[in-house]
């Protein structure tokens, strides 16, 4: 258990639809990442923030948004959702803004757009 | 732009050693990580190497060569539990932030 957490553990929708990935990071870490890994593929870096502020961005299309609120827990929100969006989506902590190299994982939110 | 490339698929028999080597092309490089990922399952560390050399961690090494822009990673004394996929991570410098790319990874088999 890394201590990341997030939800719902899965998620299954209809195209066009917008849904919300919650995550809260470790006790005491400020930093969160979030990831999408569609089927058989690799960790594709959607966004990054800190103490509340945007720091980093990926390919994350504009369908898609993020904050991270005043306690740090994060959300993911996706919207007019197509089939491709189908993915494993996850997001990380460390504890400062650096991408330090230990990134800690949270068990990850299936997202199946049908 | 940067980028990673591992081997896609990997298979080795149970107490051997295997070798997953990560090259990468990426500026303002700072380190490679190694990431374990059985199916279904989160990312976990499992290495990360800033200089040139070996770093150890039981049965698993990570070795890096930044001149020749070069790593791997080692298994020893192979077990079941060892089939996931690896992924080699890279820290760079990114519009004065710091970010990590993931390689596609390696999907490791462990045969009887």
């Known amino acids: 258990d890394s201590g990341v957490t997030q939800t719902p553990k899965h998620l299954i929708t209809a195209t066009g639809q917008r849904v919300t990935l919650r995550c809260s990071p470790r006790s005491g870490d400020l930093s969160v990442y979030w990831y999408q890994q569609s089927l058989d593929q690799g960790l594709q870096f959607l966004i990054q923030y800190y103490n509340g502020e945007e720091r980093a961005k990926g390919n994350i299309l504009e369908r898609f948004s993020a904050q991270q609120f005043p306690d740090l827990h994060s959300e993911l929100n996706l919207s007019s959702l197509e089939l491709g969006d189908s993915a494993l989506y996850f997001c990380?902590?460390?504890?400062?803004?650096?991408?330090?190299?230990?990134?800690?994982f949270g068990p990850g939110t299936r997202l199946t757009v049908l | 732009g940067q980028s990673l490339e591992q081997p896609s698929e990997v298979t080795a028999v149970e107490g051997a050693i295997v070798q997953i080597n990560c090259t990468y092309q990426t500026s303002g490089f700072y380190g490679l990580s190694w990431y374990q990922q059985h199916d279904g399952g989160a990312p976990t560390f499992l290495s990360y190497?800033?200089?040139?050399g070996l770093e150890e961690t039981g049965r698993f090494s990570s070795f890096l060569s930044r001149s020749d822009s070069y790593g791997y990673l080692l298994l020893q004394e192979l077990q079941m539990k060892d089939s996931a996929s690896y992924f080699c991570a890279v820290r760079e410098d990114s519009g004065g932030y710091q970010k990590v790319t993931f390689g596609t990874g390696t999907k490791l088999q462990v045969i009887p």
């Open positions: 190497n800033a200089l040139d």
């Open positions: 990380a902590s460390t504890p400062t803004e650096s991408s330090y190299n230990e990134q800690f």
